[in-house]
């Protein structure tokens, strides 16, 4: 639905449809019920295997799209969109099938059918002129997405520590982990995954962020059912995007920290900003795998400079 409609159909009604209603009870027998018209600022893009998925849409001016971490929501980026939008960007957060308020569709949960989720986002709304910011797993489908599907709506990509492009060990990839290694670390999520969040919540930030902001980003996390939790971190870590990156044919950004412990600068952003053609590299002293809040200052001056660009 167009942001504009919704923002109309929310302020319909009032007493005098009520009083018109409750004085005629023969019309109301056969008037239907109107649907409950749905929340502000948010709209519904229906994915092509008909998978549902909740965005949020605030601001006006040129689109940002934010593509979210592996296993978080939408609301990751709240502090991305508060100062955006009120800087003259209209910013388009979705949540990936199965998280946040994205039904899970049991299905789906593979690179290229969540790179089509995002091709349905940008569609479905008819963005153009878009500044495409993934963080973390949001990166890898974004690569895909510029690489495979773009119908030129995206103007320019800002990647955020990128779990990419390839996190698997192979003959002819030294870096990453070996395949056996995930597979434990999944094992571990299987037997008890809030332990595991709990034991690995500080170090996504700095030692300055407080108590609460951890608690609250691992509280995101827990909130994703564990067979979703799964089924992406098996899709991120098989996916080859070396290919992918050097077809992506937009001005990028890449985004990393120099104290990312879950997606060290040397394996990964530092690789992808080398393989996508003419990307600039931008390392943040000190910055954690969590930069869009411990470094949201920084991290929201790069955005806006991308997208008035």
């Known amino acids: 639905m167009n942001r504009r ?3 109309q159909t929310a302020a319909l009604g009032g007493a005098g449809a009520l009083a018109a209603t409750l004085a005629s009870p023969a019309a109301a027998a056969v008037r239907p019920r109107p649907a409950a018209p749905p929340p502000l600022g948010s709209a519904d893009v229906r994915a092509a295997d008909g998978a549902a998925l909740a965005c949020t849409d605030w601001g006006s001016g040129p689109p940002v799209v934010f593509v979210s971490s592996w296993a978080m929501p939408s609301r990751m980026w709240q502090a991305q969109v508060a100062a955006l939008s009120q800087a003259g960007l209209r910013c388009v957060a979705f949540d990936r ?3 946040g308020r994205s039904p899970d569709p049991g299905r789906g949960y593979d690179m290229d059918t969540l790179a089509a989720d995002l091709a349905a986002v940008l569609d479905q709304l008819d963005l153009r002129g878009v500044t495409l910011v993934g963080h973390s797993m949001g990166c890898a489908e974004a690569i ?3 690489a495979r599907d773009d119908a030129g709506r995206v103007k320019r990509a800002v990647l955020l520590a990128p779990a990419a492009p390839y996190l698997t060990r192979t003959a002819d990839n030294p870096f990453g982990l070996p395949p056996e290694a995930h597979d434990q670390i999944r094992a571990a999520w299987t037997r008890d995954f809030p332990r595991w969040v709990a034991d690995n919540a500080r170090p996504f930030y700095t030692p300055e962020t407080s108590a609460e902001a951890v ?3 691992a ?4 909130e994703c059912p564990l067979p979703v939790v799964l089924a992406c971190n098996r899709a991120l870590t098989a996916t080859d995007l070396r290919a992918d990156c050097a077809k992506v044919a937009v001005p990028t950004r890449v985004i990393h920290g120099d104290m990312d412990a879950s997606a060290p600068l040397e394996m990964t952003g530092r690789r992808v900003a080398a393989l996508i053609p003419g990307a600039e590299l931008v390392v943040l002293k000190g910055a954690p795998h969590g930069l869009f809040t411990t470094h949201a200052e920084a991290v929201n001056q790069h955005i806006l400079a991308a997208a008035r660009a």
């Open 5 to 7: 409609l919704v923002l």
């Open 97 to 99: 099938r199965g998280h």
């Open 144 to 146: 895909r997405y510029l």
């Open 215 to 217: 608690a609250y980003g």
């Open 219 to 222: 509280q995101m996390l827990l």
